[in-house]
């Protein structure tokens, strides 16, 4: 089985005090439920299962510490609009569900937010969708058609009005809306995992090797040290899911990364003539994502890779090269900037079916899954995990309607190695015609 192996550079991570020890599985352990993965999803449906259930014993287990795996290494933007591939969609009703579930997560996270006082830049910013070139700004206006066709608000901003925000005059133009919400994600998944319900135990560092069904006893899972029993097992462990032998051939393991500066000192913020805190996302999907935090760091984020071992997929060198392309990306738009060093570069793998589709639901008898969530799992990890666990404990409500129609099984992806071989291609040639927007 191949464990998740994520680098140890992430910046959001590595920036936040030293978490107190994380408490590893070491005894055997009887649980009604027991959730394997505890990023945006697992955390969600862990609160959801001790919330239905209080009486219930709740195990939420996670090979890496919280906040190590893509939950807490993403670029920080909780969206609430559809994926772009999700707006393709000609059905305006699938859009208005992903639209409701999505703004449904966010207001689940605003109220954690808040109700814990989680230290985490939380903050109701939007999001820019920027345009350096033709290229992107062709995908703007069709962005901006299906926004008219979807009814959502939003803004062009061009010229100084779109400099006096980003501090660059390097994007032609961009779309603001302002529906997303900015945030640390290190921060806030370790704010959500210190703030479970009480009846959740979490355990880290603990890769689960095993799992199986025994006749009467329910479900096992087994780590190098312990082994739990349960009545009903919850896989939030999005790619990792096809590694306990589900959705085997259908997801497609896609790492991209990120590199994240220091504070700009003083004398910086003098000559930086944009605003803080705000993000931009490329119009062309192959394009660069860059954020200034409320913090001020600024954070570049592009290229992507095959990862069929995830983490181990990616040698340091291949990283460093990646850093050195980031810094490009940087002095591009930040030329006075040529001497701030980023102090981290990282990456992180999630999952990409060659239909767009997420899966949502159950897998075998009381064995359940959220996985493939396309690259926006932050609110979709967040709604999927929280559904999924009303679905496991018989509870309907017209968000798990929603959830269902829009979810489905991700296409069968070829035999290797012709998958990776389509995978690697289409990447390569997305990179080659979105070159400008880098
Ligand atoms: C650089 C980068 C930028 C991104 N930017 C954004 C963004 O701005 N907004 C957005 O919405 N999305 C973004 N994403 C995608 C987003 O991070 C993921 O979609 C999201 O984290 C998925 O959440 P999840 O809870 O489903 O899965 P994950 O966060 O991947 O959690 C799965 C967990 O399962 C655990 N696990 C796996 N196997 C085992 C095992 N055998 N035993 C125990 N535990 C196991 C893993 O350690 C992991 O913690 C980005 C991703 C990256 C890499």
Redesign the pocket.
Known sequence: ?N??C?DASSGWYRILPEPSPPLELTQDIKADFAV????????SAARQLALNHPEAVVIL????S?G????????????DLPHKFALENPDKQFKQRLLRLNRSAIEQLDLLVKQFKIDCYWSAAGKYQGAVGERGQVFLSHFANLMDQLGEPYEWVKGEQLDSVLGTSYYREAIYTPGGYLMQ?AALVRGLARHLPENVRLFEN????EWGQEPTKGCFLRTAKAKVLTDKLIF?????TR??GFLKNRLLPI????SLTRPLNEAEQATFTGQYNWGLTPADHAGT?LRMTADKRIIV?NTYRYAPRYGKSISQSERDKIARSHAQSFLRRYPQFGHVPFEYT?????AISRNFTNFFGQLAPNVYA??C?N???????TI??RLLADLACGKNSDLLADIQAVTGMPSLNPPEPLSAWGARSRIFLAARQSQGEL
């Open positions: 089985m464990l998740p994520d394997v993965g505890a990023g945006f999803a697992g955390l287990i996670d090979a890496q919280v190590e795996g893509a939950s807490g290494r993403n670029s920080g933007f909780a969206i994600p603990s890769p689960v090797l939030t462990t999005s790619i990792y590694e306990f790492a991209t990364f990120a994502t984020r990282w990456g992180g793998t999630y959220s996985a969530d690259g926006v799992g932050v609110t979709w990890g999927s995990g």
